[in-house]
């Protein structure tokens, strides 16, 4: 049997290393992360963060670019750039 998946409109984030507080406020207490070095407090480059997302399969490791998507019952998981963008489009 083939089966294909039911339109379903669905809302993300995409991590740009830069944005923090915007997937914090986005996940909530789904979100693991942790910020190593000091450099970026005083305008020295970018935080390095270390995120992952808890998941219904466990914890999983959330990259720089990665979209973060929020599922049909209200769980998070990341998704790499190439799968979000042939799965997914914009809609206004």
């Known amino acids: ?10 809302e993300a984030v995409r991590w740009t290393g830069l944005n923090l ?3 914090k406020a986005f ?8 910020i190593h070095g ?3 407090e005083i305008e ?6 270390y995120m992952k997302i808890r ?4 914890d999983m490791t959330v990259s720089v670019g990665d979209y973060i998507i929020k599922g049909l019952i209200g769980e ?4 790499k750039p190439g799968v979000f963008e042939e799965k997914y489009e914009l809609i206004n």
Not at 55 to 58: A, D, I, K, N
């Open 1 to 10: 049997m083939k089966y294909r998946t039911k339109p379903v409109e669905i």
């Open 21 to 23: 507080e915007e997937i």
């Open 27 to 34: 996940v909530g207490e789904s979100l693991i992360y942790d």
């Open 38 to 40: 000091t450099a970026w």
């Open 44 to 49: 020295e480059g970018r935080p390095h963060v």
């Open 55 to 58: 998941t219904l399969e466990g």
């Open 76 to 79: 998070f998981y990341p998704c």
